[in-house]
């Protein structure tokens, strides 16, 4: 009958050991899934500027004029005077 308890006991401890190490191992997936996430996030947002400064490449391969030094896409004149 001791034999036994001592072997529930041991049973137990060692039951709340492996909780406690998944409950660690649940956290550093968690931690890791969350630098993946924003590593893809900035990822897909460099892949946009990227394709944006590719058409604006493109655009001056082509011959397309590129706006004068200091000004500002979209402004007039009567604008840039302000």
């Given amino acids: 009958m001791v034999q036994t308890i001592k072997n529930l006991v041991s049973f137990h401890v060692s039951g709340i050991e492996i909780l406690r190490s998944l409950r660690s191992l649940r956290m550093t997936y968690g931690t890791l899934g969350g630098h993946i996430t924003r590593a893809q996030n900035k990822y897909n947002e460099v892949d946009v500027k ?3 400064f590719g058409e604006k490449l493109a655009d001056v391969a082509t011959g397309a004029a590129l706006p004068a030094a200091g000004a500002r896409p979209g402004l007039t004149e009567s604008h ?3």
Avoid: P
Wanted: proline share 0%; charged share 35%.
């Fill in 50 to 52: 990227l394709g944006r």
């Fill in 80 to 82: 840039k005077a302000m």
